[in-house]
């Protein structure tokens, strides 16, 4: 066997012909609140994660932000670099734990913010699920996590398979970024789906959904209204967003403006809004069908 391979799986099935990847019960977060933030690629969830996690530590929190994409560029606004992933640590000493200190794999980043890139198998290889699991084992051997007030996990793209959803297993809340489109509105109701197939055997609920890089949210609004959703925070496209990730900075650094400070107040509520705990919400996702008809303008 080799080390990207599985256990079996979890004899509990989260959905009808799933096969998933179990969670140890050894590697359970217990200390913080945790959050998972998916949705589909590009739509901005590494600088939703980066700013909500400084918008947590800003109210005084300890944060941990874990990078769930091979191309380890979650949190670079944070440190101002692409930081070595776990699981390429993991290989340089032939995946003997006990050789690691924490400062090999864990970085801190801007106003404190602790940074970890959970990496990935090589393309085509392996499953993210594994790498997610040895990720939270490590930390948890090191004991990272007793200091911990809030995990964000920063999710790669579409929920495909049970690696990509493993994060699921050890969130409180899932929250979904989207933007005001066709594109995102179709992908957030299959992440909907995964968040409530995971619901049925994990503590993980449905948060709700961040309106990104939209000038408006109608189409969100029309769709969390016909199925059970919630915005939780609507973002603008605006430039100075876009030149905080070409300056390698969270908005929080950004040279200020009234539109910034908006940004950075809207930011600071939903990281209170959070903390505070969400309703967890019980939507009903359509069929790739149904929504397909369900999406658009008359």
Same mark, same amino acid.
């Given at each position: 066997?080799?080390?990207?391979?599985?256990?079996?799986?979890?004899?509990?099935?989260?959905?009808?012909?799933? %096969?998933?990847?179990?969670?140890?019960?050894?590697?359970?977060?217990?200390?913080a609140? %945790?959050?998972?933030?998916y949705g #589909?690629?590009?739509?901005? #969830?590494?600088?939703?994660?980066?700013?909500?996690?400084?918008?947590?530590?800003?109210?005084?929190?300890?944060?941990?932000?874990?990078?769930?994409? &091979?191309?380890?560029?979650s949190?670079?606004?944070?440190?101002?670099?692409?930081?070595?992933?776990?699981?390429?640590?993991?290989? @340089? +000493?032939?995946? /003997?734990?006990?050789?690691?200190?924490?400062?090999?794999?864990?970085f801190?980043?801007?106003n404190? +913010?602790?940074?970890?890139?959970?990496?990935?198998?090589?393309?085509?290889?392996?499953?993210? @699920?594994?790498? +997610?699991?040895?990720?939270?084992?490590?930390?948890?051997? /090191?004991?990272?996590?007793?200091?911990?007030?809030?995990v964000?996990?920063?999710?790669?793209?579409?929920?495909?398979?049970?690696?990509?959803?493993?994060?699921?297993?050890?969130?409180?809340?899932a +929250?979904?970024? *989207?933007?005001?489109?066709f594109?995102?509105?179709?992908?957030?109701n299959?992440?909907?789906? *995964?968040?409530?197939?995971?619901?049925k055997?994990?503590?993980?609920?449905? @948060?709700?959904?961040?309106?990104?890089?939209?000038?408006?949210?109608?189409?969100?609004?029309?769709?969390?209204?016909?199925? @059970?959703m919630?915005r939780?925070? /609507?973002?603008?496209?605006?430039?100075?967003?876009?030149?905080?990730?070409?300056?390698?900075?969270?908005?929080?650094?950004?040279?200020?403006? &009234?539109?910034?400070?908006?940004?950075? #107040?809207?930011?600071?509520?939903?990281?209170? #809004?959070?903390?505070?705990?969400?309703?967890?919400?019980?939507?009903?996702?359509?069929?790739?069908?149904?929504?397909?008809?369900?999406?658009?303008?008359?």
């Amino acid at each position: 066997m080799t080390v990207l391979e599985l256990d079996r799986p979890d004899p509990r099935l989260d959905g009808e012909g799933s %096969v998933q990847v179990a969670l140890d019960p050894s590697t359970q977060i217990e200390t913080a609140k %945790v959050f998972a933030v998916y949705g #589909k690629g590009g739509i901005g #969830k590494s600088t939703t994660s980066s700013n909500l996690s400084v918008a947590f530590s800003k109210l005084g929190k300890r944060v941990l932000q874990i990078g769930c994409d &091979p191309k380890h560029d979650s949190t670079f606004t944070l440190t101002k670099c692409l930081t070595p992933t776990v699981i390429d640590i993991l290989e @340089g +000493v032939d995946f /003997h734990s006990e050789e690691l200190r924490p400062e090999d794999f864990v970085f801190e980043g801007y106003n404190g +913010v602790k940074c970890v890139e959970a990496g990935g198998p090589p393309a085509g290889t392996g499953c993210g @699920g594994y790498v +997610v699991g040895q990720t939270v084992k490590l930390l948890k051997e /090191h004991h990272l996590l007793e200091d911990t007030d809030v995990v964000i996990f920063d999710v790669l793209g579409d929920v495909v398979c049970g690696g990509f959803a493993s994060p699921l297993q050890h969130a409180e809340r899932a +929250v979904i970024v *989207a933007a005001n489109d066709f594109d995102s509105i179709f992908a957030m109701n299959r992440i909907v789906q *995964a968040i409530q197939a995971k619901a049925k055997n994990y503590d993980v609920r449905l @948060g709700g959904v961040i309106a990104n890089r939209s000038a408006a949210t109608d189409q969100i609004d029309r769709f969390n209204d016909a199925i @059970g959703m919630e915005r939780l925070a /609507h973002f603008p496209d605006l430039d100075v967003i876009r030149r905080s990730r070409l300056k390698k900075a969270t908005l929080f650094e950004m040279e200020p403006s &009234p539109e910034l400070e908006a940004v950075q #107040k809207e930011y600071l509520q939903l990281a209170a #809004k959070l903390w505070a705990g969400t309703e967890p919400l019980k939507a009903q996702p359509m069929k790739d069908r149904e929504i397909f008809d369900f999406l658009g303008f008359d």
